[in-house]
């Protein structure tokens, strides 16, 4: 019953590379060449991407105007084809007029050249390796970078594909990213030095700008709100949740009327709040005094922005905007990305329990998810509904977003897989998370990269794509490995 705001995809531009020599030398090669690098542009359209194909350019001039419709078109990323040998001027005008980053791309139709056969024209047909020293030799003399090299066979090689998938996610993240604007309402949880950030520094190293929202603004909305659109809201609330009774917890209670109405009230507000002020997330932490309407508001945002971050906008709570950032990255590559810190260890079971209080990604849930009354929330003032569930049972990976002493950015990953087993009944989420043989060595090193308290946590395996990613924002990024 949740559907996903629709987004843009990014446009991928593809060009494919030549000697314009060759096509009067050998009648047909250019329409050879042409159904390879067709079969190519195949394979990066299987990806969640517009692809803008330019065909095979053999001509500094053909290069200069493909690179202005790249401007035009606002290309996120561009995938060099090396169809065959060719000069490294057919390709210098798009490195150097184009602000997108490009990787060259040489997967060779045969594995092997048909040795006792062999002619000149077949080695043409497979010299997509040929000029690739060349053109990266002449991007540093240009002082511009090429990304990464693809290398192997056009058919069949899935090691080539999933790379080829992976640069697909970070277009896509590029995408997201730009101009974003996730909002910052209220301030700092007391005390929390790694949450502090700069939002021209976020604007600076992502694109993102960071509108600051007073909560009072809010508060005008949910008075806004209509006895029809609440009950609108209870009845999405009860579909999508389950509202069990307490177990052991004495916080917990079962979902209360008052919470549901609290929680729904302020869900309908919610939805307005991000569209009135054109927001694509939200980090946010207010306490209020006791008694207060504030307060009560501020108590009652965790459902109605679970119910958001399933639709594609991340909301996380105590203001942490990097998170919220790493969030957002999670959800255009397809994973996800909920909120999430570290959680008790089981020592004998070789794993940690991975969650959080507040809104999470409900859609990435085991199950159904469950809504409890808490009677406090621990750290923290107020009181409310609050979401319970662990992430699905299969691989999961971790991102971490913080800087260092200089300001800058840096990404730490990780990846570790989500496991069969219980979860307190808290109220929180909490997923049980393997790191490799050896989850304390994990969590050591984890926490010795110098990661911010809380992470965003997604389902599948993504390192490389989020490492790929660091590299075209300039990050320095860390892969923390595991024990296997």
């Not at 517009?50 to 419709?69: H, K, N, P, W, Y």
């Not at 990266?136 to 999933?162: F, P, S, W, Y």
């Not at 600051?212 to 005008?220: N, P, R």
């Not at 990604?361 to 621990?378: D, F, N, T």
Request: charged share 20%; with cysteine; hydrophobic share 40%.
């Amino acid at each position: 019953m949740i559907e996903k705001i629709a987004v843009k995809k990014p446009t991928v531009a593809v060009f494919g590379v030549g000697h314009g020599t060759y096509w009067g030398q050998f009648p047909g090669l250019l329409e050879t060449l042409a159904g390879f690098h067709r079969e190519f542009v195949d394979k990066v359209a299987k990806n969640p991407v517009d692809v803008l194909d330019f065909g095979i350019i053999s001509t500094q001039q053909d290069a200069s105007r493909a690179a202005d419709e790249m401007n035009a078109r606002g290309v996120r990323f561009v995938f060099c084809n090396m169809t065959t040998y060719a000069t490294s001027s057919v390709f210098a005008p798009i490195l150097r007029n184009v602000n997108a980053p490009m990787v060259l791309v040489a997967l060779q139709p045969r594995e092997k050249m048909d040795y006792p056969n062999a002619t000149t024209r077949m080695q043409l047909e497979n010299d997509n390796i040929c000029s690739v020293p060349e053109f990266c030799g002449a991007a540093l003399r240009m002082n511009k970078t090429i990304q990464d090299v693809i290398v192997g066979t056009l058919h069949g090689d899935e090691k080539a594909e999933a790379e080829i998938r992976d640069w697909c996610l970070v277009a896509c993240a590029l995408e997201r990213l730009h101009n974003a604007r996730i909002g910052l309402m209220g301030h700092v949880l007391e005390s929390m030095y790694d949450m502090h950030t700069d939002p021209t520094a976020l604007y600076a190293a992502f694109g993102v700008h960071a509108p600051v929202l007073e909560l009072d603004a809010l508060l005008e909305e949910t008075k806004q709100v209509t006895k029809e659109e609440i009950e609108e809201q209870k009845k999405l609330i009860l579909s999508m949740f389950d509202t069990p009774e307490p177990k052991v917890d004495a916080v917990t209670r079962k979902l209360t009327d008052e919470d549901l109405e609290r929680a729904a009230r302020s869900s309908a507000a919610l939805m307005k709040f991000i569209q009135k002020n054109d927001l694509n997330g939200l980090a946010y932490f207010y306490e209020g005094t006791a008694g207060s309407e504030m307060r009560d508001l501020a108590g009652s945002l965790i459902v109605g922005n679970s119910l958001l971050i399933a639709r594609g906008i991340p909301m996380c709570g105590e203001y942490d905007i990097k998170t919220c950032i790493a969030m957002m990255i999670m959800e255009a590559i397809g994973i996800g990305g909920s909120f999430a810190e570290i959680h008790p260890i089981d020592f004998e079971n070789n794993c940690v329990l991975v969650g959080h209080d507040g809104p999470h990604h409900i859609q990435l849930a085991e199950g159904k998810p469950v809504l409890r009354s808490l009677i406090k929330y621990h750290g923290k003032a107020g009181s409310g509904a609050s979401v319970e569930f662990q992430l699905r049972k299969g691989p999961i990976t971790i991102l971490s977003i913080n800087q260092d002493g200089h300001g800058k950015f840096r990404f730490i990953i990780g990846e570790g897989v989500s496991r069969e087993g219980e979860i307190p009944a808290t109220g929180n989420t909490n997923t049980r998370v393997t790191f490799g043989s050896d989850t304390v060595d994990f969590l050591k090193r984890w926490s010795m990269a110098g990661p911010t308290h809380h992470f965003a946590m997604g389902c599948g395996n993504y390192a490389g794509a989020l490492e790929k990613l660091g590299k075209i924002l300039g990050l320095d990024t860390f892969v923390i490995q595991t024990n296997e």
